[in-house]
């Protein structure tokens, strides 16, 4: 098991930029793939990113592809997200995630750790 914790997040304007950071601890020797998620208001928890722990695989959703780039330093054992070109409809709560269970269509879908959550506000 690992434990995860987000941080990053805050309002901005569209048009603008923020990194979030997900700090990985615990049995972080056995993690394979970390990812991104996010779960807007009245809305399904969404597939953002993931890469793979060596960082030979990045996946993302058609919706961020060219905007966001997902990273990690392996020495920190720190996961990134860059986020550039927000939208106000990029506005969710954001979560990192750790381990997935379940892929579909090549993506992984469900993970078994999970963070708080970091919350990400892009003002129109």
């Known amino acids: 098991q690992v434990q995860l914790e987000e941080s990053g997040g805050g309002l901005v304007q569209a048009g603008g930029s923020l990194r979030l950071s997900c700090a990985i601890s615990g049995r972080t020797f056995s993690t394979k793939t970390t990812g991104w998620f996010r779960q807007a208001p009245g809305e399904e928890r969404e597939f953002v990113a993931a890469?793979?722990?060596?960082?030979?695989?990045?996946f993302y959703a058609d919706s961020v592809k060219g905007r966001f780039t997902i990273s990690r330093d392996s020495a920190k054992n720190t996961l990134y997200l860059q986020m550039n070109s927000l939208k106000p409809e990029d506005t969710a709560l954001y979560y990192c995630?750790?381990?997935?269970?379940?892929?579909?269509?090549?993506?992984?879908?469900?993970?078994?750790?999970w963070g708080q959550g970091t919350q990400v506000t892009v003002s129109s």
């Open positions: 995630a750790a381990d997935p269970t379940l892929w579909r269509n090549g993506l992984p879908i469900e993970f078994r750790s």
């Open positions: 890469i793979t722990w060596a960082g030979s695989s990045t």
